[in-house]
């Protein structure tokens, strides 16, 4: 796709159709033409790339040309609110039927938007009036809270748009209930050609190994808080905040309303500009917060949830998962929150504390749509397991405190290599710890002028040893929590020693001299 005049002057205007959403318009009007009344289509494109506008446009053309009503339905009262007003943009008169709508006037309007359990109680009642609708169009159609409506528009053309065409429930695949997915615009495209910003990605590994995935295929949120709301995660995520996002307008994801509030707490502790926002809070507060981090330049804003849809505000400069997710759409959606593009905005950051980027790849990756619309389960299966993930982790030290052990040529210890050769010389699994002890007070030493020094340093390896114990008790297959725990805190207490006991024997042998007196 090539960006042309006639495109960038379309960008300058606002609201008028780029010319890919043309395109997409006329294959899905082809197909209009070409299947059955009763044809089940699915369109892809991209969170930002303009789903809304493209079939507010469809509607609007097909009242124009067809002697039949249109129906929009959406899964939340946001997307409802701003489905209707882009409608009423392009001259769309609609009616959005909420639970408190009066339906007396159904007759007045040839197009409904409403929430699909609303949608529901009023068709199972029969106050609203079908019979006529011949296009029925369904945002976030990955949702599978659609599917029971299906039989209601048996003699309806069915047109389903979605980011993810890959079915938030597995086990009801979107094959089953679409004939056919057209592929529209891709990430990687819309970067290069500027409708897009770009995404530059900071993963930090995280064990996960002790979240548990629940009924409906993603982690539990109990499993979620109870790593993501401990001191060492917290500690993390101020660090990586720290270290990538710093007064940028920062959104964080988490996994349930607890994590949310130590997250607002951690960081209101350490003196930044931070809300909280989840779906407790009433119209009036989500308004206010929402207005605040518009406004505010360095704002950190922590949510549950209710932001990967239905939201849009392009100043978002930083992106953090501070979750792990197997959903590859919400993966995609809470990225896409920081896409939108501006003037003096061509990429933002996203900080991945959840391995989602190891998981699921590059946002923008070229996936292959097609394939994963026809064989899910082919996809699904071939997405590694978090032990999987976590075996190919190597712990890297951040550059600030790697500059601090700048005179080693290397700080890596490979535990599983050290653990298999000491196995094959009939050696105790033990002495891989204290292998990997005399090799952190051998870099504490060689980067420090006294043992105060060296114990300085060894306080600063507190990731890297927690990656070593979590390294050696996959090798001896023992990882319960008070077992690595006291690992833990055992390798601190005999580091600090070993340094202590060793260090000017350890100076004179990197050095060729004593410690000076």
């Known amino acids: 796709m090539s960006v042309t005049a006639t495109d960038l002057a379309e960008r300058n205007a606002g609201k008028d159709l780029y010319s890919y959403q043309r395109g997409a318009i006329n294959k899905i009007f082809q197909c209009f033409e070409e299947a059955a009344e009763d044809y089940h289509l699915l369109y892809q494109l991209p969170t930002g790339g303009g789903k809304t506008v493209i079939f507010s446009e469809i509607v609007r053309q097909y009242l124009k040309h067809h ?30 039927i909420h639970s408190k709508a009066n339906l007396e006037d159904q007759a007045d309007f040839s197009c409904f938007v409403a929430m699909v359990e609303t ?8 106050k609203l009036d079908i019979s006529d609708i011949g296009l029925v169009i369904i945002d976030e159609a990955h949702y599978n809270s659609f599917t029971k409506l299906f039989k209601f528009f048996e003699k309806s053309f069915i047109l389903g748009v979605t980011a993810t065409p890959l079915s938030s429930n597995i086990k009801l695949p979107m094959n089953d209930n679409y004939n056919e997915l057209i592929v529209g615009e891709s990430i990687q495209s819309l970067i290069e050609n500027e409708f897009l910003a770009r995404a530059e990605v900071y993963s930090y590994n995280v064990g996960l190994t002790s979240l548990v995935v629940g009924a409906n295929g993603d982690y539990t949120v109990k499993s979620s808080e109870d790593l993501y709301t401990n001191s060492d995660m917290l500690g993390k995520l101020i660090q990586a905040y720290e270290e990538r996002s710093k007064h940028k307008k920062t959104l964080i994801f988490n996994n349930g309303i607890n994590t949310s509030l130590h997250v607002y707490d951690t960081f209101r502790a350490a003196g930044y500009n931070v809300a909280h926002l989840d779906n407790t809070n009433t119209k009036k507060e989500r308004k206010k917060i929402l207005k605040w981090f518009k406004e505010t330049p360095d704002a950190i804003l922590t949510s549950v949830s209710i932001l990967t849809t239905g939201f849009d505000e392009p100043t978002v400069d930083s992106i953090i998962l501070n979750r792990a997710t197997k959903s590859l759409t919400l993966y995609y959606q809470m990225i896409g929150r920081g896409s939108r593009i501006l003037k003096n905005k061509s990429k933002f950051n996203v900080i991945d504390l959840g391995n989602n980027f190891h998981r699921f790849g590059p946002w923008g990756a070229d996936l292959d749509w097609q394939k994963i619309f026809r064989s899910p389960n082919f996809y699904l299966d071939g997405i590694m397991s978090d032990e999987e993930l976590e075996e190919n982790f190597r712990y890297e030290m951040p550059d600030e405190l790697r500059a601090e052990f700048g005179k080693s040529n290397s700080v890596y210890f490979d535990v599983k290599k050290t653990y298999i050769d000491s196995i094959r010389k009939g050696e ?11 090799h952190h007070a051998y870099i504490c030493t060689e ?8 114990l300085d340093l060894a306080k600063k390896l507190g990731d890297d040893i927690d990656y070593r114990i979590q390294r050696y008790t996959k090798c001896i297959s023992k990882s319960t929590f008070n077992f690595v725990e006291w690992l833990r805190d055992d390798y601190r207490k005999k580091l600090r020693a070993y340094i202590r006991e060793n260090f000017d024997d350890l100076f004179e042998e990197i050095n060729g001299f004593p410690p000076e007196e």
């Open 428 to 438: 105790s699994s033990k002495v891989v710890l204290e292998r990997s002890i005399r």
């Open 447 to 454: 980067n420090s002028e006294d043992m105060y020094d060296a």
């Open 119 to 126: 949608l529901n109680n009023r068709l199972n009642d029969g």
């Open 67 to 96: 002697n039949k009503k249109v129906l929009v339905m959406t899964h939340r009262i946001e997307l409802c609110k701003q489905t209707s007003g882009m409608l009423t943009e392009f001259g769309v008169s609609n009616k959005v």
